[in-house]
DNA sequence: TCATAAATATGTAATATTTACACATTAAAT
DNA sequence: ATTTAATGTGTAAATATTACATATTTATGA
């Protein structure tokens, strides 16, 4: 086993001057809940090239944020929204997926509860659409709804992200609503309530459903707290 | 509701040329198993201020190709291999994580067969190090490392990458071996067993280990073509 | 006011899965 | 041949999941 060393490097700046450098983009897919329906926030794309089709909200990343600053930033341009929840979920980097040159960007998907945050601003059409009718997009967008959706699909049948999508207190058939709409699955509702009691971190608030044309169900609220200490921590092999 | 419309853009060249571009690396994981062991393959830093420190295999991404085939390339170029697992795991974008400037990195996780894949350069020290020895390395890179090894962990329990680091044929006891080391759990013997047959996606070669020093277990190939047709695809929330 | 409709709420038996555990079998080493 | 140290398999108990039925509550409207 030989080993020829080469001088180590001293002038970092000048070797990352040598590299060749990209544009960098983040796009939020950014869902929503409602009529029982997984949205999408979507603009109309000011490209010409792409005259009347959705885009997601993207900007590009400036020098001095991270991405997910980038990605905060962008949500609370357009929706006026902070503290909501931000996950990253992938890099699109084919070469020609943008019209003016090499652009590469990262996904970040974005939970918010669509009735207790309205929109400030309505510029290009910004509007919630439903994720499922969506069959075109500018840019390469629709691939990165649809692989938002699947991550989506998989994260919340593993953490408890699907609140975000409701209001701080629920009924357990908003719950499940959220689960069959976002999962495309039938329910059987006395499972799914002893499913969700027996992971033990709903607290009942006391207070009924308002407004409801039958008998109000129960509100229940998601507690962190309870989640941390309950959470599954076992090992289970199975694929 | 009222909507400004600006005019829509038709020079997309000019536009990305707007863009603030930054430096954009690949950093690939890849992890081996040997002596009941998940290792990971690293060299010597190259950098002067990291001088001694080990680091991840990277490169910075070409013009032309994508990062996926910027890492098959590192991946490639370090170890003469192919047609190995490869997959994107996360972006570090924290500004100050190069001493040289502003250089984000894609990390992609890579699984191989540390018997079946010599290593064909050995340039700045290049081999394999126990993954949890490692405290301290160049740049952000044992936090990439990490990051990794939880995404592995994760992903094993629900995907079948695990033989990857395996021959192609395996006895019952090494793929048991791999899951323990791994997850750094003790598991049951019995249970392992049944479990992995249960899932019926491990075909009975009729062979058994040889140069064993007691009774020689039967040998088991992963079908592929099995897992697709077996693999689960009901809804388990659980959290 | 009372009957009806439509939802909430809860319980239980059957089934499937997971866990815990013990003994027989095989081949190498001496 | 005996010992040793593995492999290989079975089974009962506990747990979790599934399928399914009935009682309760409130809004509505006759």
Redesign the interface.
Known sequence: ??????P??????????S???????VDCVIFGFEDNKLKVLLI?S????Y?GKWSLLGD?????????EAAYRVLYERTGMTDVFLD?V??F???DR???????T?AYCSLLDIRHHELKI????LHWHNVTDLDTMAFDHLEIMQTSYKWLQKR?????LGFNLLPEKFSLRELQNL?EAI?N?E?DRRNFRK?FFS?DFLIDTGEFEEDVKHRPGKLYQFSFEK?ELN??KW?????
């Open positions: 086993m030989s080993s020829v060393n080469q180590l490097i001293i002038d970092t700046v000048s070797l990352v001057a590299y060749p450098k990209v544009a960098l983009t109309r000011d490209l010409a090239i005259k590009f990343a400036r020098e001095s944020e991270t991405l997910e990253q992938h890099i980097s084919a070469p943008h019209p003016g040159g090499r652009v590469l990262v309505t510029e290009n059409e919340i049948q593993e953490h408890p689960y999962l699955v329910l499913k992971m989640y959470k599954r090992v289970g092999i199975d694929f």
